[in-house]
């Protein structure tokens, strides 16, 4: 890769893990740092580095097919918990070790420039057919509530997320605002949209990038070079067709200081597609409402008791990357 190819591009990070994936205190100097939420740290993970780059597959295997499968799960938990149950979507996930100049986890996003984080990236799922959720799932190959390796990139002051997921069959945009950060910004909107761009199969390699500009408060999403997918006023829902969780709220725009970037291994199991009902309650507490009506129509599940093997069910994903970068445009 060319990393600064383009007129006006400076690269400020790059990684094509030609020395291996340094994260934490490996005795060298830490490019990435795990993800640890209090006394929650998911590692449901094994990482190793080659010719081809980075491969990061879960911990368990398959009793019959002997594929990779995740292992860590989640209880359900309310909101107030230590550890709340929906913090089971997060299997494993490391992002850069960089801070912003307002001490928070992430790299500056200054106004009149435009950051950019890239990667060429490849994943799939695993045993996502022997889901227990019967017609409540279409595909189960493609399905990213089931298992998907994903790209993340997030703010933990706003809590906007902006990502993708790859199933065995598709490429979906994550857009997203977690209702973490109420206390400091009111009763915003907090919702998670998921929006398939492109078609893939599980070998497939991607250029993925999003970009974020500041100054007219857009993200964008990029394919093999290509846009796809752009959303203005940050902050605000999108068209409820494309909506997987709503946590209710009022409409509020909101701009980014600063942009945490990784990638991690997820489910998303509370999680409803095309309006029908969520597949698992993670929470065990009414804090969703109904994709399709919105506030205050409760969502439904096809398991209200988050039973462990509707949360294991032998499942697993796979995520591959050869490069990573963050870029100011």
Known sequence: MDKDSKAG?????????????????????????????????????????????????????HPQSGEPAFTQT???????????????HVKWFASVDRRSSGGLPGFDTPSGKTIHVETLMSGRTYGTEGHPFGDAVGD????????????????????IVFGFFL?????????????FARASFGHYAAFSFGLQVGARAPDDWHR?????????????????????????????RL???????????????VRLNQ????????????GSLDGGPGLVDL?????????????PHRQDYVDRDSRPTSRLFGQGAELKSRWHSVSYR
Not at 21 to 27: C, E, S, T
Not at 167 to 179: C, D, L, S, V, W
């Open 208 to 236: 993925l990038a999003i970009s974020y500009d500041r100054a007219s408060n857009t993200a964008r999403w990029f394919v093999d070079g290509k846009l796809a997918l752009e959303i203005d006023r940050v902050g605000r």
């Open 167 to 179: 199933t065995n069959r598709g490429i979906f945009a994550a857009y997203e605002r977690a209702p």
């Open 74 to 88: 989640r209880a359900p938990a309310p909101p107030d918990a230590e550890i709340p149950g929906v913090l089971d």
């Open 9 to 61: 591009t400076k690269t400020v990070w790059f990684d094509d893990f030609a020395t291996g994936f340094h994260i934490g205190a490996d005795g060298r100097a830490a490019q990435w740092k795990p993800l640890e939420a209090g006394a929650f740290r998911p590692a449901d993970a094994i990482i190793t580095t080659g010719d081809d780059g980075l491969t990061v597959i879960p911990k368990g295997i």
């Open 259 to 270: 942009l945490q970037c990784g990638f991690g291994l997820y489910t998303l199991l509370d």
């Open 140 to 159: 189960p190959l493609n399905d990213i509530r089931l298992a998907a390796p994903a790209m993340f990139n997030l703010d933990q002051e706003s809590n």
């Open 283 to 295: 929470y065990g507490y009414p804090m969703f409402f109904d994709t399709a009506r919105g506030e």
């Open 239 to 253: 068209d409820r067709r494309h909506m997987i969780i709503d946590v209710g709220g009022e409409e509020q725009e």
